[in-house]
């Protein structure tokens, strides 16, 4: 029996540190997603695509800073929406053109998806959320000087500018998703376009990034996948990591994955917000998965990746 899966890819799967910010970049990322994407497809699941922007939006952000004088800047909302478009449009044109070379039914559709979140979040007198390019130190201190950004050193990989990343309360058009994704791959999310609700019901933007595992396990919850998978990078996570004693985790419960999180096993930048979310998605009785991109058909079924499962 095929499972319903919700999918989360992270922005720098669409584009790679170090990368030129080309359009033609960006795609050719996609097309390789787009291809693993239909091997699940293939395999029998039904599945949700949510991905992240974080690079997207930093680098829309720099094209409003350059052309401010020319053409007014858009706020963060905005852009969020704006690299959501984009973003879309890549996914849902590759991934119709692999099923169509595999004879498969191409039906695909990528949704703007605006995210609640509460206005009076702690986040936002805390701006943590790493957007856009690298830079180095120098050149992150003077754009601090300079533009008044927040900059901070990520994971090893050089300076980024980091805004308010607020926790997601409730992914908007869910019911319209769970209703396509019986016959239909949907692409949603996206981290989210951050709103609130004021006294009047009405939505209104925020200048925020939501982290998009944490938009991805409400997304999860909220349409009852069985399982939700987070691409990254690695094959597995680990623990000792980069140590002699280095060892990769397999399957654990949830109450193995929190002594680990106890331990300070995971960075707070890159794994951490992954195993969380993990943790959460687990503790409501389904499996929660975290692999590498090209292995997410064996991790699915349980040969790859690092899978963490109810307590016993």
Do not use: W
Not at 161 to 182: C, F, Q, T
Request: aromatic residues 6%.
């Amino acid at each position: 029996m095929g499972k319903y899966v919700v999918l989360a890819l992270g922005g720098n799967a669409i584009l790679q540190p170090g990368q030129e910010t080309t359009f033609e970049n960006q795609y050719n990322n996609v097309k390789n997603a787009a291809s693993r994407m239909a091997d699940i497809k293939e395999s029998g699941h039904q599945i949700v695509v949510t991905h992240g922007n974080g690079p997207q939006v930093g680098n829309i952000i720099v094209q409003n800073e350059a052309a401010k004088d020319q053409v007014a800047p858009m706020p963060i909302d905005v852009c969020n929406a704006e690299s959501q478009g984009f973003i879309g449009y890549m996914l849902e044109s590759a991934l119709k053109n692999d099923l169509i070379r595999r004879n498969m039914d191409p039906r695909v559709v990528s949704l703007l998806t605006m995210v609640e979140v509460d206005k009076d979040d702690p986040a936002f007198k805390n701006p943590s959320k790493p957007i856009g390019v690298f830079f180095t130190e120098e050149q992150a201190r003077l754009m601090e000087e300079e533009e008044g950004f927040t900059m901070v050193e990520d994971a090893g990989r050089g300076y980024r500018r980091v805004v308010p990343s607020p926790e997601p309360m409730v992914i908007n058009g869910v019911d319209a998703i769970k209703r396509l994704m019986e016959d239909t791959v949907v692409i949603s999310s996206g981290g989210g376009i951050p709103v609130y609700r004021d006294d009047n019901n009405e939505i209104h933007g925020l200048e925020a990034v939501i982290d998009k595992d944490r938009s991805g396990l409400k997304l999860a919850e909220q349409v009852n996948a069985d399982t939700f998978i987070m691409l990254t990078d690695v094959p597995n996570v680990y623990i000792n990591y980069g140590k002699e004693n280095e060892a990769k985790l397999e399957t654990i419960t949830v109450d193995e994955a929190k002594k680990h999180v106890a331990d300070g096993q995971f960075p707070a930048g890159s794994m951490l917000p992954k195993i969380q979310a993990a943790i959460e998605f687990a503790e409501t009785g389904k499996e929660s998965i975290i692999c590498a991109l090209a292995d997410a058909v064996e991790a699915l079924e349980g040969k790859a990746g690092t899978r963490i499962v109810p307590n016993k």
